[in-house]
C-alpha cells in the first residue's frame, strides 16, 4: 500500500505498535525510553526549549515592560513618512504600526501561541480518542465504519483540509483556527489510539482482567487505555509543533483572528506583510519565536519516537 | 488487480462526494445565501425571486445537490468575481493550472536531486559531523513554516540583491509565444531563448521554497533506508564473496534503498499542493495556490469552490495513479 495516505497511516500504526511491543518483565518501555532520553542531546535541547517557553508564557505579562494592548508609542507613527517607530530608550525593539511595544507584544504573544497549540492539540486529541477507542474497543463495524471516515481524512493533504475549514467558517477568528487545526489533527490520534487498543487486545494483561470479569468498559479506560499513552504523548508532542506551523500559515492567509489587542505570532507575522520591505523586523521576530518553539517541540517529539521505537533499540 | 482497482476508485469517490457536500453546505450557509451574494443585500424581492427560481433554489434539497454535482460535472460553476472577473470559474482553473504544474515539477526535481545524494551521504557517515549537521538541518527545515522560507528568499535574493525577478512567472514586455502553457516548455519549443530563461528565473525562488518540504521528507527516508539495507543479509553476502565495495554500493545498497524512497516521492506530490499556497502568495506566482487564496480574500466563491474541489480531485487522482503503478510494478501490492 502506498498512497499518501497510507504512507501516513503506516507511520502512526508504527507508533501504535511500538507501545504494545515490549512485555519484558523488570524494566517497563517508559523507563528504558526515559534512560535513553536522559543522555539523548537532541531531546534535552527541545525540553529546554519546550520549559522555557512555557514559563515565558506563564509569566510574560508580569516580565513584559507594557502593556501589549497600550500604544505609548503612537505619537511616534507617522502614516506618510515612518509607519513603524524604530527602538528608543525603554523599547529596544521598536513599535509596530500602532505604535504597540514590539517586545512586549512578542513576550505576551507566547501565551495566545501557547493556547492555540494546546487547544488545537486537546480537541483533537480528544475527537480522535474517541473515535479511536470507539472503534478499538467495539472492533467489527463499528471499527469499519469509523475507520473509512478516518481514512478519507487521511488521504487530503492536512493543510489544504484546514485552510477549506477556515476559509468555510462563517467568521474568522481564534475559535475558528483553533477548530480547523483541532479537525485534521483527530483522524492521527483515532488511527493511532484504535492501532494500540486492537494490539492490546489480544495481550495477556486484557484476557487476564477479562478472565477475572471486569466490565468492558473498565478494562477499556483502566488497562487498555493507560498502556497507549505512550505513543499518544509523543503524537501530542509532534501534533503541537504542526499546530503552532499551521496556525500561523492560516493567520498569514489571513484566516486568523482579526482582533490583535491579544498579540499572537502568527497574527503578527500575518500582519506585518503591508510592510515586509521597509521594516522586515516585523516579521522576522515572531517568525524566529514560531521556528525556536516549533523545534523544541519537533526535537523533543521526534527523539521520544525514536526512543520509544523498537527498531533503533539496538 | 482489478479489484484493487476499483477499490480504490471507490475510496476516491467517496472522498470527492464527501467535499462536494461539504462545499454545497457551505454555498448555502452564505450569509443571506448564494442569491445576496449575487445580487448584493438590497435587490427587490421580486428580483430575489426569480432568481432564486432560476437558481433551482425553491426545489427541495436534495434536488438542489443533484443539480448542483450535474453543473460541477460539466465544469459549469459560474463566473468568476474578482480573481479574473467575468471570466468562467472553471477557465480560471484552467488558466492557473500551468503554472502550477511547472511549480511543482521543478521543486520536486529540486528535492530529488538534492536529497537522495544528501541522505546517502548522511548514512555512510552516519554519526559524524556532516550526518549531524545534516539530520539538525532537516528538522529545522521542516519547523520553519515554507512561507517565512518564501520571505527571506524573496526578501535577500529579490530585493536585497537583486538577483532574480521579486514576483509573476514571465516579463510581460517579453511577448512570448504560448504553446502549452508551460512557460519554459514554450520558450524551449518555439526556440525563444530569451522567455525560456526569464520563465526559469521567474521560477527559481519560489521552487527553491516549495523544495525545503519535500528535500527533509526525501532526505530523511533516504538515509534511513540506505541504513537499513547496509544491514541487510545480502550486503553481508555479497561483502563475504569478496565483491568491491563500489559495486556493493551501487548495486545492492543504493538499488535497493531507492524503493522506499521513490513511494515517498510520489507522495509528497499532496504536502506540495499545499504548500503552493504559501509559496505562490509571497511570490505572487499566478498559479492554483495564489488563485486559492485570491478567491478566499475576495470572496470569489464561484472560483474558491472550483479550486478547492479541482485540487482535491487531482490529489486524488495523483495518488490513484501512483497506487496503480505500484501495484502492477510490485505484485505483492496487489493481494494485500
Redesign the interface.
Same mark, same amino acid.
Given at each position: 500500500?502506498?498512497?499518501?495516505?497510507d504512507?501516513r497511516r503506516e507511520r502512526i500504526d508504527d507508533l501504535a505498535a511500538a507501545a504494545s511491543v515490549d512485555e519484558t518483565p523488570g524494566v517497563s518501555l517508559i523507563a528504558s525510553a526515559w534512560r535513553r532520553l536522559r543522555r539523548d542531546p537532541?531531546f534535552l535541547v527541545g525540553l529546554a526549549i519546550t520549559v522555557a517557553f512555557i514559563i515565558l508564557a506563564v509569566i510574560s505579562p508580569w516580565i513584559a515592560p507594557h502593556d501589549p494592548a497600550s500604544a505609548p508609542l503612537l505619537d511616534k507613527v507617522r502614516p506618510q513618512t515612518n509607519p513603524v517607530p524604530g527602538p528608543e530608550p525603554g523599547f529596544p525593539l521598536g513599535g509596530d504600526d500602532r505604535g504597540r511595544d514590539l517586545l512586549s507584544r512578542l513576550l505576551v504573544g507566547s501565551r495566545q501561541t501557547l493556547v492555540v497549540g494546546v487547544f488545537a492539540t486537546i480537541f483533537g486529541l480528544l475527537g480522535g480518542m474517541a473515535l479511536g477507542i470507539l472503534a478499538g474497543s467495539f472492533g467489527g463495524a463499528v471499527d469499519s465504519i469509523v475507520m473509512?471516515i478516518v481514512?478519507?481524512m487521511l488521504?487530503?493533504?492536512? &493543510? &489544504?483540509l484546514a485552510?477549506?475549514i477556515a476559509?468555510?467558517a462563517?467568521r474568522p477568528g481564534q475559535t475558528t483556527l483553533i477548530i480547523a487545526i483541532a479537525i485534521i489533527q483527530v483522524p492521527i490520534f483515532a488511527r493511532l489510539l484504535r492501532g494500540s487498543m486492537l494490539g492490546q487486545r489480544a495481550s495477556d494483561h486484557v484476557l487476564a482482567a477479562r478472565a477475572l470479569g471486569v466490565k468492558r468498559r473498565a478494562i477499556v479506560f483502566r488497562h487498555m487505555l493507560p498502556n497507549s499513552m505512550g505513543p499518544v504523548i509523543v503524537q501530542a508532542t509532534l501534533v503541537l %509543533?504542526i499546530a503552532i506551523?499551521d496556525a500561523? %500559515?492560516l493567520s498569514?492567509?489571513?484566516?486568523g483572528s482579526p482582533d490583535d489587542r491579544q498579540p499572537e505570532w502568527g497574527q503578527m507575522?500575518g500582519r506585518s506583510q503591508e510592510f515586509?520591505?521597509d521594516h522586515?523586523h516585523l516579521?522576522v521576530y515572531p517568525?524566529l519565536c514560531?521556528?525556536v518553539v516549533? &523545534?523544541g517541540f519537533?526535537?523533543m517529539g521526534?527523539s521520544m519516537r525514536e526512543a520509544l521505537d523498537p527498531k533503533t533499540r539496538r | 488487480m482489478v479489484r484493487f482497482i476499483v477499490r480504490?476508485i471507490l475510496?476516491m469517490a467517496?472522498?470527492l462526494v464527501?467535499?462536494s457536500m461539504? &462545499?454545497f453546505v457551505?454555498l448555502k %450557509?452564505l450569509?443571506g445565501g448564494p442569491v445576496s451574494a449575487i445580487l448584493g443585500e438590497r435587490a427587490t424581492p421580486a428580483r430575489r425571486e426569480a432568481l432564486e427560481a432560476a437558481l433551482g433554489l425553491d426545489q427541495p434539497v436534495y434536488v438542489q445537490y443533484i443539480r448542483f454535482v450535474q453543473r460541477a460535472l460539466r465544469g459549469d460553476f459560474g463566473a468568476s468575481t474578482a480573481v479574473i472577473p467575468g471570466e468562467d470559474a472553471f477557465q480560471v482553473f484552467l488558466i492557473r493550472l500551468p503554472a502550477t504544474i511547472e511549480l511543482a515539477i521543478c521543486a520536486m526535481v529540486l528535492a530529488v536531486a538534492l536529497g537522495i545524494p544528501l541522505g546517502y551521504l548522511a548514512a555512510r557517515r552516519k554519526g559524524s559531523p556532516l550526518d549531524s549537521s545534516l539530520v539538525?538541518f532537516s528538522?529545522?527545515g521542516?519547523?520553519?513554516?515554507?512561507?517565512?522560507t518564501a520571505?527571506l528568499l524573496k526578501?535577500f535574493v529579490a530585493?536585497e540583491w537583486n538577483l532574480l525577478p521579486v514576483s509573476g512567472k514571465q516579463d510581460a514586455s517579453l511577448d512570448a509565444t504560448r504553446v502549452t502553457g508551460l512557460l519554459i516548455l514554450d520558450g524551449l519549443l518555439t526556440r525563444e531563448w530569451d522567455a525560456a530563461w526569464d520563465a526559469v528565473r521567474h521560477l527559481i525562488l519560489p521552487a527553491v521554497a516549495l523544495a525545503t518540504i519535500p528535500f527533509a521528507i526525501i532526505f530523511r527516508i533516504t538515509r534511513a533506508s540506505v541504513l537499513d539495507t547496509m544491514d541487510a543479509d545480502f550486503v553481508r553476502t555479497a561483502e563475504a564473496k569478496g565483491l568491491e565495495a563500489k559495486v556493493i554500493r551501487s548495486r545492492h545498497v543504493l538499488r535497493n534503498a531507492m524503493l522506499p524512497v521513490v513511494?515517498?516521492i510520489?507522495?509528497s506530490?499532496?504536502?506540495l499542493?499545499?504548500?503552493a499556497?504559501?509559496t505562490e502568495?509571497v511570490f505572487s506566482y499566478p498559479g492554483i495556490g495564489d488563485a486559492?487564496?485570491q478567491s478566499?480574500?475576495d470572496k470569489d466563491y464561484a472560483v474558491?469552490t472550483v479550486l478547492?474541489l479541482a485540487?482535491?480531485a487531482i490529489?486524488?487522482i495523483i495518488?490513484?495513479l501512483?497506487?496503480i503503478a505500484?501495484a502492477v510494478l510490485d505484485p505483492r501490492?496487489r493481494t494485500?
Open positions: 500500500m502506498t498512497s499518501y495516505g504512507r537532541i473509512r481514512d478519507v488521504s487530503v493533504p492536512s &493543510l &489544504l485552510f477549506t476559509a468555510l462563517a %509543533a506551523i500561523a %500559515a498569514f492567509l489571513g484566516l507575522l515586509i520591505y522586515p516579521a517568525a514560531i521556528i516549533a &523545534l519537533t526535537l521526534e | 480504490r475510496q467517496g472522498v464527501a467535499l461539504l &462545499l457551505w %450557509a450569509p539538525v528538522l529545522i521542516v519547523a520553519v513554516p515554507v512561507f517565512f520571505f526578501y530585493v513511494t515517498v510520489g507522495l506530490l499532496g504536502g499542493l499545499a504548500g499556497i504559501l502568495t486559492i487564496y478566499q480574500r474558491l478547492i485540487a482535491a490529489f486524488v495518488n490513484l501512483v497506487d505500484y501490492i494485500r
